[in-house]
């Protein structure tokens, strides 16, 4: 039901236009009488001065309050909710997005200045737009835009992933592991996968680990088909190409990519870098939201990827909270932005673990997320990772029913990790754990880590089966 507002004055002129729109009002909103039981609540505006005030009253009080003040003594003005949307979005629109606290009176409604007095005049303007926003009755039309608007989840690009869980959109997804298990190789992948998956949007990527054009780097090789196969001793495949950037140069190497599939990565990854950002300003939270904001108003985004959660600052340190706290607090920010902005935010969290010899299967569980906040408990979907070449063991003390797709049987307990697993120079197994999943099952499996290119795939049928 709309609400009444009514507005006494002195003098009160009205123009043509609204008188026109008085007459249309009063067709639509009539006055609540006492036959009709309403319950409606009635805003009475008493006129400016020093006891100028807003005051809410009841039904009862209002019928009263309209006795002794008739005929010429009051102007009743009605509105309905659409009318005082109108009004403050006409009044506010020139106020900018930071809401500086150095703004003028005048751009203040009548409806909201008085309100709240210990607030500045800019949280008295974010309080009227919450309102508005949650005063919205239900309605179905709303209920139908917002499913539409809302985007399905997003696949992950590997097929044997994507059959179990989606990237969530409006949502955090993490990306947990011990460290040097493949974070950022994962998020670099998941970052090719969607591009070439979804052509028209933009991808942000915010490294707080590397500099920008090492991630661009890992990008072009990971973008590759095959290894360089002349590369001096303990040269590792991404040490080839800055060697080739730095003796070939840019037009040689154009022309090597159109023709020798070893510098296919080049050609492959600037058919999709427009639609690649990376950022490496190391921005504070602050800074960081209104980053992705901006990137969100300008251009089509598909996914912002953050890596790694732990390094992000508050804008000003709480001496009064610990950096678990803070962590928690900056992960409830993000999870609120990835809702506002309707976009999934992929952020990467270390595992940590003071048990000393417990298998990395087993340190795939929340609870060891504890250093960085507890982010878990923010996100929709956690993905929990295990390099076997870089783990002593393989399967689990917890589950009695390892089963890996390189292995001929289950595993009862966890065993010593397999040579052939530890010292493959082409390619090792990077296990992928859902440890929890708001909108789907928690399951696991097992991918192809293509060491030298980083290159994450589906597993071929028998592929480095032990």
Same mark, same amino acid.
């Given at each position: 039901?709309?609400?009444?507002?009514?507005?006494?004055?002195?003098?009160?002129?009205?123009?043509s236009?609204?008188?026109?729109?008085?007459?249309?009002?009063?067709?639509?909103?009539?006055?609540?009488?006492?036959?009709?039981?309403?319950?409606?609540?009635t805003?009475?505006?008493?006129?400016?001065?020093?006891?100028?005030?807003?005051?809410?009253?009841?039904?009862?009080?209002?019928?009263?309050?309209?006795?002794?003040?008739?005929?010429?003594?009051?102007?009743?003005?009605?509105?309905?909710?659409?009318? !005082?949307?109108?009004?403050?979005?006409?009044?506010?629109?020139?106020?900018p997005?930071?809401?500086e606290?150095?703004?003028?009176?005048?751009?203040?409604?009548?409806?909201?200045k008085?309100?709240?007095p210990?607030?500045?005049?800019?949280?008295?303007?974010?309080?009227?737009?919450?309102?508005?926003?949650?005063?919205?009755?239900?309605?179905?039309?709303?209920?139908?835009?917002?499913?539409?608007?809302?985007?399905?989840?997003?696949?992950?690009?590997?097929?044997?992933?994507?059959?179990?869980?989606?990237?969530?959109?409006?949502?955090?997804?993490?990306?947990?592991?011990?460290?040097?298990?493949?974070?950022?190789?994962?998020?670099?992948?998941?970052?090719?996968?969607?591009?070439?998956?979804?052509?028209?949007?933009?991808?942000?990527?915010?490294?707080?680990?590397?500099?920008?054009?090492?991630?661009?780097?890992?990008?072009?090789?990971?973008?590759?088909?095959?290894?360089?196969?002349?590369?001096?001793?303990r040269?590792?495949?991404?040490?080839?190409?800055e060697?080739?950037?730095?003796?070939?140069?840019?037009?040689?190497?154009?022309?090597?990519?159109?023709?020798?599939?070893?510098?296919?990565?080049?050609?492959?990854?600037?058919?999709?870098?427009?639609?690649?950002?990376?950022?490496?300003?190391?921005?504070?939270?602050?800074?960081? !939201?209104?980053? !992705?904001?901006?990137f969100?108003?300008?251009?089509?985004?598909?996914?912002?990827?953050?890596?790694?959660?732990?390094?992000?600052?508050?804008?000003?340190?709480?001496?009064?909270?610990?950096?678990?706290q803070?962590?928690?607090? !900056?992960?409830?920010?993000?999870?609120? +932005?990835?809702?506002?902005?309707?976009?999934?935010?992929? +952020?990467s969290?270390?595992?940590?673990?003071?048990?000393?010899?417990?298998?990395?299967?087993?340190?795939?569980?929340?609870?060891?997320?504890?250093?960085?906040?507890?982010?878990?408990?923010?996100?929709?979907?956690?993905?929990?990772?295990?390099?076997?070449?870089?783990?002593k063991?393989?399967?689990?003390?917890?589950?009695?029913n390892f089963?890996?797709?390189?292995?001929?049987?289950?595993?009862?307990?966890?065993?010593?990790?397999?040579?052939?697993?530890?010292?493959?120079?082409?390619?090792?197994?990077?296990?992928?754990?859902?440890?929890?999943?708001?909108?789907?099952?928690?399951?696991?499996?097992?991918?192809?880590?293509?060491?030298? +290119?980083?290159?994450?795939?589906?597993?071929?049928?028998?592929?480095?089966?032990?």
């Amino acid at each position: 039901m709309d609400e009444t507002i009514l507005k006494p004055s002195e003098e009160t002129v009205l123009s043509s236009s609204d008188e026109t729109r008085l007459s249309n009002n009063d067709e639509k909103n009539e006055m609540p009488t006492e036959e009709t039981g309403s319950d409606q609540t009635t805003l009475i505006t008493i006129p400016e001065g020093e006891d100028s005030q807003e005051t809410i009253l009841s039904p009862d009080t209002t019928d009263k309050e309209n006795e002794s003040t008739t005929g010429e003594d009051r102007t009743s003005i009605l509105f309905g909710i659409s009318d !005082i949307q109108q009004k403050l979005d006409s009044e506010i629109a020139n106020i900018p997005d930071e809401y500086e606290e150095q703004i003028e009176p005048e751009q203040m409604s009548h409806l909201i200045k008085d309100h709240y007095p210990s607030r500045t005049e800019a949280e008295k303007i974010r309080v009227n737009r919450n309102f508005l926003k949650d005063a919205e009755p239900f309605r179905l039309e709303l209920l139908l835009e917002n499913i539409k608007k809302s985007q399905e989840g997003l696949p992950t690009g590997f097929k044997s992933l994507d059959q179990f869980v989606a990237i969530p959109a409006n949502s955090l997804t993490l990306v947990a592991s011990r460290p040097k298990h493949g974070k950022t190789c994962f998020m670099l992948n998941l970052l090719l996968n969607m591009c070439r998956m979804f052509p028209g949007k933009r991808f942000l990527f915010y490294t707080y680990e590397e500099p920008k054009w090492d991630v661009f780097l890992k990008l072009i090789n990971i973008s590759g088909a095959k290894q360089f196969t002349q590369r001096e001793t303990r040269q590792s495949n991404l040490e080839r190409w800055e060697y080739e950037f730095n003796h070939r140069g840019i037009a040689p190497l154009k022309e090597k990519a159109n023709e020798d599939m070893e510098y296919f990565g080049l050609k492959n990854f600037l058919e999709i870098a427009g639609k690649v950002h990376v950022i490496d300003s190391n921005q504070n939270c602050i800074e960081l !939201i209104d980053s !992705i904001r901006a990137f969100g108003k300008t251009f089509d985004m598909g996914a912002v990827f953050i890596d790694s959660l732990p390094k992000i600052r508050l804008e000003n340190e709480k001496r009064t909270m610990d950096r678990r706290q803070q962590l928690q607090e !900056i992960s409830d920010n993000l999870r609120k +932005l990835a809702a506002e902005i309707r976009l999934p935010l992929i +952020l990467s969290a270390p595992l940590t673990t003071t048990t000393k010899g417990t298998p990395e299967y087993d340190d795939l569980a929340e609870e060891n997320l504890a250093e960085s906040g507890r982010p878990d408990q923010n996100a929709n979907l956690v993905i929990g990772l295990q390099n076997y070449a870089r783990s002593k063991f393989i399967g689990s003390n917890m589950n009695n029913n390892f089963k890996s797709n390189f292995l001929d049987d289950p595993l009862k307990k966890a065993e010593p990790m397999p040579d052939n697993f530890k010292d493959m120079v082409q390619k090792t197994i990077l296990l992928a754990k859902v440890m929890a999943n708001k909108n789907g099952p928690e399951t696991e499996t097992e991918l192809i880590f293509h060491k030298q +290119l980083l290159k994450i795939t589906d597993p071929q049928a028998d592929a480095l089966k032990a």
